[in-house]
């Protein structure tokens, strides 16, 4: 479809018809509480009605907000500490529907972030924040100040957020564990006034991805507080991959040439065919068949034989699983929410903060794989469909020959996901009176988070091993048997899994099918009490304190299904082992202290218009980990009014989650290439069973069961993560100009002992050059040599060293004039971050340890994500009366898959190493236009994201899990056209 005319035109009448229906009971209203303007206008009597119907000033006092990064109430908004704010019209502009599509645009987001297009790893219906590319655990979530349960925003109403704070910073002497990479503080809304009522809906040009929502507001304020209550909702279609061509294949990019391919589990099979048997090779097969990789040729039926088979075309017989995957998940969410505040006496006032959020979600991919080796199920030589008199898979002691096919009678692998999140805080707060600065306020924070989840399109392997086992036609009752005509099995009925086309087949299959269910519950239990004020004058202006005490104590419990749960150290259940997961129960808790000091050096000075020191601490008592003491140093100076010079130096840390401390076995199969291939001694340790002879094979990649062991299988005791942030930046403000501003920071962070969970290359490596390698014991061998599988423990054993700078610039132009005549009022503003360095050492000290420069690059294969050096985000904002428009640029520098640095370990194609494929810059451009209706109070807004419809850049199958592009930074679905109407009573 061409851009612009029908779909924008559908938007607008759209959002006209909304308005009516929202405006009719509008129409019978004798006053409204407010009148419309433009968005700024609106934005700003939303911020004041609190101010006007506050009939006590002392209660405007009791509200004021401290800036994010800072724990003292301050004039200053401009502090050491670089803060990106999206205000209340950005957010309405935007057009998004979620939180978490809007902050993932901001140029400080990188790496591999969840979102609703992560289908694969994905699907509950979450959006995280990675702020630096350090991983959205490294991220602090803050509402109003205040930590939550779940690091999920999208489960906070965007229609109740005031503004976002994103402190681009580490600050651990501040708030605690996790603010490593920044925090990101939604501020919401208070004291509201009237009423609002606002209706969105959206689609794309593809006719897919509808979705559609409303949000509604109240609030009512008396002499001594007020009350605010809203509900927020949101509905979104999945999008299937088959409805974009960038996606609907498995697309490969090998020796220079792009192609599509797929899996080799295919329905119709792939088998490995040893040579014939004769009186030299009693083993051989009974077919007739020649050595070789076969699959069943057309759709016979019943039992087959030989003749029903040809050799197998990896290019041309394997499967697209890509069709059968999602580039949207979909989900659908509701929020409720409640703030009241209520003043008890002229220094005293009460609060409480409640919100709910439901989500329900899914995803799905392609049905389930099998790989009768991988999988530990032997096909019997002896099953009664088995034509070729050979053993297939392997049952931990007998080894047969490869067999893999895809059970696409099942269905699609699903997972459903229910969500619900209860999240509830309370206090008080007051002042010393009316000649004291000191403020306090004391916080009861309760979070209670339950997740649902059922699979579906699995098998159970206990019932399979057995269809697949010794069976015979009884010849009584010419009945296909399970065992033996001397011992029968009861209850069982083989399988011919050499014709899964066949409808005895199909009905078999089903009998076997499993939907296994998880469950957890998250319980946060939080106590603080925070004092700030003024100590006493210097020359140069008071020093303040801030001081403060916290208690927290978290609690998990995850439920799994008897028939998902782990048994033994290899992680294997009763279904396929990508769904195998150990049940977890865990808790902690941690006591804090925490002191911060604002000192006036200088002022009014030459050179010196004000200088000023923080300085704070913060000592943290975890019942898991023990003791951590964090500090922070920050130095303002201002040589004259217009320029401001900062740097901050923040100790940082992150203590274990209780996922990290006692999570159990839960299985995977990692990409390895085992090092002891063609082995000819000299290396026991890691070798165990495998021939010296150097006949020694392997199996190929993906060939192990991977074990992601958890700090308490691996027998490792967790400690925190530690590190420290640098930001040494210059504000600019100038006076000649009016409105702009101005700013470039240079940052830093390092960070040693992360808790990592050690790879399966890493682990077999390190032990083949070193039998003294702790990571030895985590290897397990079949008796033959092949490797069974691999535990890969959670340690703290890596140290991350990322550095770059960011540059801002804001310039608002009011009543702008044009040969004499007022166009309007305009705002431009730019941000961008450009990444220096991003060094990941995943085994520092152990032998072969390599570092892995990932500036630049993108690196899916370890799971870290993208890592483009430069990221940029721009606007250009209208406003002229009733009409508004907007303007959003961003821009996704170009990246390296692969490197020509061999620490990285992996290239676009792995017959060609160290081979670089470039991924070019992408630039989305978004509109928005905008009318007040001031007559009834309503403004309606259209606009259309990714208007020149740019398709996210090919990667390959070859190095993502998703869609053929990196999902968690790219636009999947394309142009998108949009439409809200809000109304106020």
């Known amino acids: 479809m061409k851009f612009g005319v029908k779909k924008l035109s559908a938007s607008v009448h759209l959002a006209l018809s909304l308005g009516a229906v929202l405006t009719l009971g509008g129409v019978s209203t004798a006053v409204f509480a407010q009148d419309a303007g433009t968005s700024a206008n609106v934005d700003a009597q939303d911020q004041s009605a609190g101010a006007q119907q506050a009939p006590d000033q002392k209660a405007k006092t009791l509200e004021t907000v401290t800036v994010t990064g800072s724990r003292i109430r301050r004039v200053d908004v401009e502090t050491a500490s670089p803060v990106h704010?999206?205000?209340?019209?950005?957010?309405?502009?935007?057009g998004k529907a979620t939180l978490?599509?809007?902050?993932?645009?901001?140029?400080?987001?990188?790496?591999?972030?969840?979102?609703?297009?992560?289908?694969?790893?994905?699907?509950?219906?979450?959006?995280?924040?990675?702020?630096?590319?350090?991983?959205?655990?490294?991220?602090?979530?803050?509402?109003?100040?205040?930590r939550v349960a779940r690091n999920d925003i999208n489960a906070i109403p965007a229609s109740m957020v005031e503004r976002v704070e994103v402190l681009k910073d580490g600050a651990s002497a501040t708030y605690g564990s996790d603010a490593i990479g920044g925090v990101v503080n939604f501020i919401l809304r208070k004291d509201y006034q009237g009423a609002e009522i606002s209706a969105n809906v959206g689609e794309s040009d593809q006719n897919d991805g509808f979705r559609r929502g409303f949000s509604a507001i109240f609030g009512h304020s008396s002499e001594k507080g007020?009350?605010?209550?809203?509900?927020?909702?949101?509905?979104?279609?999945?999008?299937?991959?088959?409805?974009?061509?960038?996606?609907?294949?498995?697309?490969?990019?090998?020796?220079?040439?792009?192609?599509n391919s797929g899996s080799s589990r295919t329905p119709s099979g792939q088998l490995i065919i040893p040579a014939p048997a004769s009186a030299t090779n009693p083993d051989g097969n009974t077919a007739g068949l020649a050595k070789g990789s076969y699959t069943l040729n057309g759709n016979p039926t019943g039992r087959t034989t030989g003749a029903d088979y040809r050799p197998y075309n990896s290019r041309t017989d394997a499967y697209n699983y890509q069709e059968q995957n999602l580039i949207q998940t979909p989900q659908e969410r509701t929020n409720a929410f409640a703030l009241a505040n209520y003043q008890l006496t002229d220094s005293i006032q009460a609060h409480l903060d409640y919100f709910y959020n439901k989500t329900t979600s899914n995803f799905a991919i392609a049905p389930l794989p099998f790989d009768a080796l991988s999988d530990g199920v032997l096909v019997s030589k002896n099953n009664y469909y088995n034509p070729f008199g050979v053993d297939f898979g392997t049952d931990g002691t007998t080894q047969g020959q490869g067999f893999r096919s895809r059970f696409t009678t099942l269905g699609?692998?699903?997972?459903?996901?229910?969500?619900?999140?209860?999240?509830?805080?309370?206090?008080?707060?007051?002042?010393?009176?009316?000649?004291?600065?000191?403020?306090?306020?004391?916080?009861?924070?309760?979070?209670?988070?339950?997740?649902?989840?059922?699979?579906?399109?699995?098998?159970?392997?206990?019932?399979?091993?057995?269809?697949?086992?010794?069976?015979?036609?009884?010849?009584?009752?010419?009945?296909?048997?399970?065992?033996?005509?001397?011992?029968p099995i009861t209850g069982c009925t083989p399988l011919n899994i050499f014709n899964v086309n066949d409808p005895q087949t199909i009905a078999t299959l089903k009998n076997y099918a499993a939907n296994p269910y998880y469950n957890t519950l998250t319980i946060s239990r939080r106590a603080e009490a925070n004092a700030s004020g003024e100590l006493f004058n210097l020359p140069a202006g008071a020093v303040s304190l801030a001081v403060g005490a916290d208690y927290d104590k978290e609690y998990q419990n995850y439920g799994v299904d008897y028939i998902a749960t782990t048994s033994g150290a290899g992680g294997t259940c009763q279904i396929s082992q990508e769904a195998c997961s150990t049940p977890l129960s865990g808790s902690f808790n941690v006591k804090e202290v925490y002191y911060e000091a604002l000192v006036?050096?200088?002022?009014?000075?030459?050179?010196?218009?004000?200088?000023?020191?923080?300085?704070?601490?913060?000592?943290?008592?975890?019942?898991?980990?023990?003791?951590?003491?964090?500090?922070?140093?920050?130095?303002?100076?201002?040589?004259?009014?217009?320029?401001?010079?900062?740097?901050?130096?923040?100790?940082?840390?992150?203590?274990?989650?209780?996922?990290?401390?006692?999570?159990?076995?839960?299985?995977?199969?990692?990409?390895?290439?085992?090092?002891?291939?063609?082995?000819?001694?000299?290396?026991?340790?890691?070798?165990?069973?495998?021939?010296?002879?150097?006949?020694?094979k392997g199996s190929g990649l993906s060939q192990t069961t991977g074990v992601n062991s958890?700090?308490?299988?691996?027998?490792?005791?967790?400690?925190?993560?530690?590190?420290?942030?640098?930001?040494?930046?210059?504000?600019?403000?100038?006076?000649?100009?009016?409105?702009?501003?101005?700013?470039?920071?240079?940052?830093?962070?390092?960070?040693?002992?992360?808790?990592?969970?050690?790879?399966?290359?890493?682990?077999?490596?390190?032990?083949?050059?070193?039998?003294?390698?702790?990571?030895?014991?985590?290897?397990?061998?079949?008796?033959?040599?092949?490797?069974?599988?691999?535990?890969?423990?959670?340690?703290?054993?890596?140290?991350?060293?990322?550095k770059g700078t960011d540059f801002s610039a804001k310039y608002r132009i009011p009543h702008f004039d044009v040969a004499g005549t007022n166009v309007g009022d305009f705002a431009v503003s730019l941000d961008a971050t450009y990444l220096i360095r991003y060094d990941n050492d995943t085994a520092p000290g152990q032998v072969g340890d390599v570092v892995n420069h990932m500036a630049g690059v993108y690196n899916q294969q370890a799971q870290y994500g993208n890592f483009t050096r430069w990221r940029a985000l721009g606007g250009l904002n209208w406003t002229?009366?009733?009409?508004?428009?907007?303007?959003?640029?961003?821009?996704?520098?170009?990246?390296?898959?692969?490197?020509?640095?061999?620490?990285?370990?992996?290239s676009a194609d792995a017959a060609l190493p160290n081979v670089v494929l470039r991924i070019p810059s992408v630039t989305y451009n978004n509109f928005q236009f905008g009318y007040n209706i001031?007559?009834?109070?309503?403004?309606?807004?259209?606009?259309?994201?990714?208007?020149?419809?740019?398709?996210?850049?090919l990667f390959y199958q070859n190095n993502v899990l998703n869609a053929n592009t990196d999902v968690n930074t790219y636009d999947t679905i394309g142009r998108y056209f949009w439409a809200r109407v809000t109304v106020k009573f």
């Not at 061509?245 to 498995?250: M, S, T």
């Not at 004291?436 to 399979?464: C, M, V």
């Open 100 to 146: 978490g599509d809007l902050l993932q645009e901001i140029p400080s987001v990188a790496g591999a972030a969840t979102n609703p297009q992560v289908n694969n790893g994905g699907g509950d219906g979450a959006s995280t924040v990675s702020l630096r590319g350090l991983g959205s655990q490294r991220t602090l979530i803050l509402v109003n100040g205040h």
């Open 85 to 94: 704010t999206i205000d209340r019209s950005q957010i309405q502009q935007s």
């Open 600 to 696: 006036p050096i200088l002022a009014d000075k030459p050179f010196v218009k004000s200088l000023n020191l923080t300085i704070g601490q913060r000592y943290s008592d975890y019942s898991s980990v023990g003791s951590k003491t964090t500090t922070k140093v920050a130095v303002e100076w201002r040589p004259i009014d217009d320029l401001l010079l900062r740097g901050t130096m923040d100790g940082v840390f992150r203590a274990p989650t209780i996922n990290d401390l006692y999570a159990g076995a839960a299985g995977s199969a990692p990409p390895l290439t085992d090092p002891c291939i063609g082995y000819t001694g000299g290396h026991a340790a890691a070798c165990q069973n495998v021939p010296t002879d150097g006949s020694f």
């Open 934 to 953: 001031a007559q009834y109070n309503t403004r309606v807004d259209v606009g259309v994201d990714n208007a020149f419809d740019k398709q996210p850049p």
């Open 412 to 487: 699609q692998r699903q997972g459903h996901y229910s969500t619900e999140t209860n999240q509830v805080n309370a206090g008080l707060r007051g002042n010393f009176g009316n000649d004291s600065t000191w403020q306090w306020d004391a916080d009861l924070n309760y979070g209670h988070i339950t997740q649902a989840q059922r699979s579906f399109g699995y098998i159970y392997y206990a019932g399979l091993r057995q269809a697949l086992g010794p069976s015979f036609q009884d010849p009584t009752t010419g009945a296909i048997t399970c065992g033996t005509a001397a011992n």
């Open 226 to 259: 007020n009350i605010t209550a809203g509900l927020d909702y949101n509905k979104f279609d999945g999008i299937s991959s088959a409805r974009r061509d960038f996606a609907k294949n498995a697309t490969y990019l090998s020796s220079g040439s792009v192609f």
């Open 710 to 802: 958890g700090s308490v299988a691996a027998g490792y005791k967790l400690k925190p993560e530690y590190g420290h942030t640098y930001d040494f930046g210059i504000v600019y403000d100038p006076s000649w100009a009016q409105g702009l501003s101005v700013s470039a920071d240079l940052w830093r962070v390092t960070l040693n002992d992360t808790i990592t969970n050690v790879g399966a290359n890493t682990v077999v490596n390190s032990c083949y050059n070193n039998d003294a390698s702790p990571f030895c014991s985590f290897i397990h061998r079949f008796n033959d040599g092949q490797i069974n599988y691999i535990n890969q423990p959670t340690v703290n054993l890596g140290s991350l060293n990322v």
């Open 880 to 906: 002229a009366g009733a009409w508004s428009a907007s303007w959003t640029l961003r821009y996704i520098g170009a990246v390296n898959v692969g490197s020509k640095d061999p620490s990285m370990g992996f």
